[in-house]
């Protein structure tokens, strides 16, 4: 009886389902979109096709096909398909699987592929449960995670499957899926609405049919054609992708860093308006802030310097959400300021000799006369006081050895060019 009501909510279940679970594609020529993983001839294809899948890590943003895709190879492989949520399972469990899959490859020669959904949310102690069953062979795993693996899985465990990343799905792949989401509810979208969906969904395949579905629903609980303003009631917000501690903290500021550094004023307001909506530290932003001014502008602008030590402190002393046009008001002054990294590379250069030749001694005309008996030691003796006398604007002041090294070199950009000037202009006797 147990068997029979199973098997009713099974297909009640079926035509209840979610459009997005109902339309989850079944077989490869069904996935859509990731070609640079799972496209003809690629790899990971092939080793599906002809059931040799390796040990895998799944990695990429909601909606992108990492369980589609692991569901795909159980559908297609000859092995022992095991499935468990890392939110949920315990070491016990892990062993349990490995337990299994050793008297099942004993008694059968059958092969077992685990399934482990958010192999992030896994602790080292579960990691290290698993790693021996993969070592030696024993189960093959695909891991799901929205997190950099890099940052979240055991080393020993990474070296030990491949990690593919899985991209957020383009405009036109999400155009094809709701193209799909509609022939399945019946329903005409034009183009204009289908491109709006695909925009809305933020590269989440789930989520441009969730959107799809929903705007359709209210539209014929009205009695009314699906218009613009379903779609934007049923899409609400569009999804921030964005993760404070994982990678995407970290792409972010990059991109920040990289466009400001290029002068593009548009990417870094958009760059820092992300970070912001994402709810990064704006400490953090202003941190880098402080440090590109030196880094990557410096004496061509020095200004920019103290622009964003203001905004350092300004996010001290105002505090969000109103400083965030303080930052803005520094992004923008940084994009646009000229830039240098003239001072970046004189204390690279610097460094190297002091790293090959040790803490060189400066000539004894420039160490302290400051002490009894200095004098004596010949501390200070031949030292020209250059406001009383230019030759001492002539003097190289480097320890004896480096003596004529040149480890800055004005870049000619900006406030630069004056000091450049400056320099050739000055008489030699």
């Known amino acids: 009886m147990g068997d029979l009501f199973s098997e009713a909510a099974g297909r009640r279940l079926g035509a209840t389902a979610p459009l997005a679970q109902r339309l989850r594609p079944r077989s490869l020529d069904e996935f859509v979109g990731q070609e640079h993983v799972i496209g003809p001839g690629r790899a990971l294809r092939l080793a599906i096709e002809q059931d040799r899948v390796p040990s895998m890590i799944l990695y990429g943003p909601p909606g992108s096909g990492k369980t589609t895709l692991a569901r795909i190879v159980a559908q297609t492989t000859g092995a022992e398909f095991e499935e468990l949520s890392a939110v949920q399972a315990t070491v016990a469990n892990v062993r349990d699987v490995l337990k299994q899959a050793r008297e099942r490859l004993g008694a059968s020669g059958r092969r077992t592929i685990l399934f482990l959904d958010e192999i992030h949310r896994f602790n080292k102690a579960q990691q290290d449960a698993l790693l021996p069953g993969v070592e ?12 950099n693996p890099y940052f979240e899985v055991n080393s020993a465990l990474l070296s030990r499957t491949q990690v593919y990343e899985l991209e957020p799905h383009s405009i036109e792949t999400l155009r094809d899926v709701v193209r799909r989401g509609a022939a399945a509810l019946e329903v005409e979208v034009s183009d204009e609405l289908e491109e709006q969906i695909a925009v809305r969904a933020g590269g989440d395949a789930r989520n441009a049919l969730n959107i799809l579905e929903l705007s359709v629903e209210t539209a014929r609980a009205e009695g009314a054609e699906l218009e613009e303003r379903h779609v934007e009631d049923a899409a609400r917000k569009r999804p921030l992708a964005y993760d404070k501690g994982g990678d995407r903290h970290y792409d972010f500021i990059s991109a920040w860093i990289k466009s400001t550094r290029a002068g593009d004023v548009q990417a870094s307001v958009y760059y820092l308006a992300a970070m912001l909506e994402g709810g990064e530290d704006a400490r953090f932003i202003a941190r880098r802030m402080v440090v590109l001014a030196s880094e990557d502008i410096g004496n061509a602008d020095p200004q920019a310097l103290l622009v964003a030590v203001a905004a350092a402190q300004a996010v001290e002393h105002v505090g969000l959400p109103e400083a965030r046009l303080n930052l803005a008001q520094a992004a923008i002054y940084l994009a646009r300021a000229p830039k240098s990294n003239a001072s970046y590379v004189a204390l690279g250069k610097a460094t190297e000799d002091v790293r090959e030749h040790g803490h060189l001694m400066p000539p004894a005309a420039l160490r302290s006369a400051a002490y009894p008996g200095a004098r004596k030691l010949g501390r200070g003796r031949g030292y020209v006081y250059p406001h009383a006398d230019e030759e001492g604007f002539e003097v190289d002041c ?9 480890y800055y070199e004005p ?3 900006g406030a630069e060019v004056e000091v450049e000037r400056s320099a050739q202009a000055r008489p030699r006797e």
């Not at 030696?136 to 997190?147: M, N, R, S, V």
């Not at 480097?398 to 040149?406: Q, T, V, Y």
Request: aromatic share 0%; hydrophobic share 40%.
């Open 136 to 147: 030696e062979g024993l189960l093959t795993l695909i891991g799901a995670t929205t997190e």
């Open 398 to 406: 480097l320890p004896e050895r480096l003596a004529g090294s040149i």
């Open 411 to 413: 870049s000619g950009i």
